[in-house]
């Protein structure tokens, strides 16, 4: 048996709780956007979109920090689904501009519910929520802006 202090051991890393925790809210968020036939990742390019109202391939992929290549895929299933449209910006081809269809505005009152329900599912009260919030996304920042590497 391996010694509780142990670099290796389950109960020293950080990592594994994160794990457990994305594990478990990816199979509630699941079995809430079923009825939908919506993914986790097309329901929150739907909710950007919403947000924003409409956007640029490239501004999406950035906001949302899914690479275009990844990006694409989904946004054809919601187009196909007639949650949104992808036509090319007149006045530059080369730029796909992304913007929410009737049929996506409509699930917008429908949907409004589903994250305070995942927010329920934590167990967290207020606080913790927003303190779990700012560590995350602290995290990020510091992954996406190289504050994680050691100099030398």
Known sequence: MIDK???????????????????????????LLEPYDLTYTQFIVLMYLWERGQSSLTEASDALKLDPSTLTPVLKKLQKKGFITRERDESDG??????????????????????????????LNSG???????????TVDNIYNGNNKKEG
Do not use: D, W
């Not at 429908?110 to 599912?121: D, Q, R």
């Open 128 to 138: 913790e929520l927003e303190h779990f919030r700012f560590l995350a996304l602290k």
């Open 5 to 31: 202090n142990y670099a290796l051991s389950l109960q020293n890393q950080f990592l594994f709780p994160m794990y457990l925790c994305v594990k478990e809210m990816t199979n509630y968020s699941r079995s």
């Open 94 to 123: 080369r730029t796909l501009i992304l913007k929410p269809a009737e049929a996506g505005i409509k699930m917008v009152t429908e949907m409004s519910g589903l994250p305070e329900k995942l927010v329920e599912y934590t167990g």
